[in-house]
């Protein structure tokens, strides 16, 4: 049942305008004023319970419009019934000043703890990057102590709460001067702030409740993986403190680079050489691809630097099926060693072909290329 009748804002001594943040303020000021830990009045635990179930009620946009409407009433009538264990107000607390408030009135507030991600480095090619790849991955990391159960404690002896801060992990000192009553509070120097002193810690794992060893984490690896992207491995990280709850694994993957290719996005790029005289009466070149080698047609009179374009020949898409495409720089090989005859045979073709046979070209387009090249 409610622990008074008194109106909600009042209590928490705002208006009914009041925004989140003064609900807030007020709510602070006034838990840390009536708290039991701070004063010696014989009715604090009473007004505490008081405040905290005007705040749980007004901070809910939900209960407090409800209560604005139709009061206490409808209030139960939807099932609000405020519940005044030490644990939950102890949650309260820690959400807003990041400490357990309560921990001196009741047993131990110390949960296990999830422990921390663990991060490694798979480097594959390129070619296991458009297929996708299975790895197996050696990793250390802290795991459970199997002798211990993760319990930190020796086989056959127990943990118990720690005397000095009730385990509570802090201990407190209330003092007063002429503005009033402060309370200090530093990390319990017998439990480290664990809350418990164990009796005999574990021989593995000298009562940390944990253990490294090196494991071998399988990573499957999608097809269409981008360099230095990363895959997350819920429950493969280390193990927390005296606790079970493993962090996350995060595999970063490392592309090697392809000789063959430049990729951009899902794109490949890549070279092919032709020969001049094909260049100039057309051909077929293989060019590199993945999985396998393409064909591409070299019209007649092709330039140096024509890019042929092949839809959907370059890298597969992380999400969906589509696949980029594969891009062919044509470099048309000039010959350097000719023999006497061959020399003679071009000079005679060149004068037969005269200027009209060569492509004009616009200046224009002339220093555009150029200006691409500089970049």
Do not use: W
Request: glycine residues 12%; contains cysteine.
């Amino acid at each position: 049942m409610s622990t008074t009748e008194r109106d909600y804002y009042e209590v928490l001594g705002v208006p009914r305008t009041a925004g989140e943040a003064e609900i807030k303020r007020a709510f602070r000021a006034l838990a840390r004023e009536v708290h039991p830990d701070v004063t010696d009045a014989a009715d604090a635990e009473q007004r505490f319970k008081e405040v905290v179930e005007a705040y749980e009620v007004l901070s809910d946009p939900e209960r407090r419009a409800t209560y604005d409407r139709f009061g206490r009433a409808g209030l139960q009538r939807g099932g609000f019934e405020p519940v005044f264990d030490f644990g939950s107000l102890s949650d309260v607390f820690a959400a807003f000043f990041g400490e357990d408030l309560l921990g001196g009135m009741g047993a131990s507030r110390q949960r296990p703890q999830r422990g921390s991600d663990a991060q490694v480095v798979v480097e594959i090619d390129l070619v296991d990057a458009f297929a996708g790849v299975e790895v197996s991955v050696p990793l250390d990391v802290a795991l459970p102590c199997e002798r211990c159960d993760a319990t930190g404690a020796e086989p056959g002896t127990s943990v118990k709460a720690c005397d000095t801060c009730a385990g509570v992990g802090i201990v407190r000192s209330v003092s007063s001067n002429v503005f009033g009553q402060f309370v200090q509070q530093r990390t319990c120097p017998d439990c480290d702030g664990a809350g418990e002193v164990l009796e005999q810690p574990c021989k593995d794992c000298r009562g940390d409740g944990r253990t490294v060893a090196r494991t071998e984490l399988e990573v499957g690896i999608p097809r269409g993986i981008h360099d230095g992207q990363q895959i997350r491995v819920r429950g493969e990280g280390h193990a927390g403190l005296r606790s079970k709850e493993r962090g996350n694994a995060f595999v970063v993957v490392r592309v090697r680079p392809d000789p063959r290719f430049v990729r951009d996005g899902d794109d490949l790029h890549t070279v092919a050489r032709v020969p001049m005289i094909d260049a100039a009466i057309g051909t077929t070149v293989t060019a590199p691809g993945i999985p396998e080698d393409v064909e591409v047609d070299v019209p007649p009179g092709t330039q140096p630097g024509t890019v042929r374009g092949l839809e959907g020949r370059g890298m597969p898409a992380l999400r969906g099926s589509r696949r980029g495409n594969l891009y062919v720089t044509l470099d048309v090989a000039v010959p350097t060693h000719l023999t006497d005859e061959q020399r003679s045979a071009l000079e005679g073709l060149g004068r037969e072909l005269g200027p009209d046979a060569y492509a004009p070209v616009e200046p224009e387009s002339l220093f555009r290329r150029l200006r691409n090249a500089l970049r």
